[in-house]
């Protein structure tokens, strides 16, 4: 073996050491990046639910809302009613 290729195989070595090494780090790298957009999308769709049902919520509230004003309208018409009906009878009754 002469001193000339037990140079090119050593370099060959610390040359294929050194790409398996950039490789790595760039993989480790990729890696990182997946878990960061995965943690990402996580997020974005525990808030999108989380907005969702909020909006359910409010949703329910403002049917609530309208369905007391409803029954108030209704109580105020009858007591209208009454009155009207009271009145009456107190003028007929004169």
Known sequence: MQVGDADYNQTHRT????????R???LAVQREEQ???HANAETE???QVDLKKLNIELKQAEENAVSRQVQLLQLQIKLAKMK????EDSVMNS
């Open 45 to 47: 769709f525990r808030r």
């Open 24 to 26: 790595d780090k760039e």
């Open 84 to 87: 009207s009906t009271g009145a």
């Open 35 to 37: 878990a960061s957009k």
């Open 15 to 22: 040359l294929a050491k050194y790409n398996f090494a950039v």
